[in-house]
């Protein structure tokens, strides 16, 4: 397939215009396509703005009319449910993880907070038994409405990591991660010639481990006084590490990623120092790993680099094969980023130039 027409979006431009632009794809995600929806730019240029509106995090439990001034994902949340809605007899079970890719770490935003990559404990990127990619222990949370979906989003967003720079207020220091699953209704199996039952209702909540025991936090390492990585449970073992369990809800059919990336920064402008320092170096990193990883998808590469980071690990279902893509470029209209403003239209010119094969039709509602 060829790249769609670019499209440029001017200061007066709303939100509900932009979202326009957006909504096809949601029909691709209930037809059983991956989808990723991604803000791109510098730091300070309007991503979170764009991906979430101006209150999302002061109001978790947003209705699902999103206002007027509301981001894709409330928009995508009440347009999803409203598709959704139109055939409820065949309307698969929808799942929500929210995490960061913080410090090329992967943190669960919906754990404990024993649970945090931010406590010592490591999520890893792992196939499933679908041959998809999952994060190992990440919380997977089972919707049913516009409402609780955006309540775990705005759950999230109070965890998110944050730091104040000399160009942003409030510079979110992580890339967000906002993954929306369509599976099917898993059915008990049965010995042949018995009569079928009622399939168990999904547990209220529920993750992509293979153990469904607690998060435990693990002990310190007396040497280093870090947390150590927690000892692999027993029947995780037993697969080898290299798959996790199926989706406890079903087969996983389709995923939507909605991403709203950290802001690509310069530490001589942000004045950022120490810790601070060391985020913008693994923010300047992974988008400089997901540039590579769509110059080797436009240029038909036989390996494409996505084991290079966290974040282009954890979208690789949504970036390669017949997966649809669509990057929102927010640059600052000031000279003063002028420079930052060619980068950033670079990534999103490197972004259209991606290819796909005619994909096999495909149906889940």
Known sequence: MFPSPLRVYGPAESQRVVFEDVCPLLTSFLDGYNV????????????????????????????????????????????????????????????VSIAEVYNNGVVDLLA?????VASGVKRQVLPTQQGKKAV??????????????????????????????????ESSRSHLVVTVTLATVASPRRPSGLPSTPAPAAAPQSDWSASTEPCQPAPRSPATGRRQ????????????????????????????????????????VS???????????????????LSDVLGALAEGRGHIPYRNSRLTHLLQDALGGDAKLQVIVCVSPGQRHVAETLQSLGFGAR???VERSCPAARKLR
Do not use: W
Request: net charge positive.
């Open 36 to 95: 990723c929806i991604m803000a791109y730019g510098q730091t300070g240029s309007g991503k979170s703005f764009t991906m979430l509106g101006p209150r999302c995090q002061e109001e978790p439990a947003l209705l699902s009319e999103p206002r007027g001034d509301a981001g894709i994902i409330p928009r995508a949340a009440a347009e999803l449910f409203r598709l959704l809605s139109e055939d409820a007899s065949r309307s698969p079970e929808v799942g």
């Open 112 to 116: 404990n907070d024993s649970c945090r």
């Open 136 to 169: 190992r222990g990440l919380t997977y949370r089972p919707v049913h409405s516009a409402a609780q979906f955006l309540t775990l989003v705005g759950r999230g967003l109070q965890l998110r990591a944050k730091q104040p720079t000399a160009v942003h207020a």
């Open 229 to 268: 990585s927690p000892p692999v449970p027993l029947r995780t073992r037993a697969h080898g590490l290299r798959r996790v369990a199926p989706d406890p809800l079903g087969q996983v059919c389709a995923t939507l990623q909605l991403v709203d990336l950290a802001g690509s920064e310069c530490a001589g």
């Open 271 to 289: 004045g950022v120092t120490g810790s601070a320092l060391r985020e913008t170096s693994c923010i300047n990193r992974s988008l400089a790993a």
């Open 351 to 353: 972004a259209r130039q």
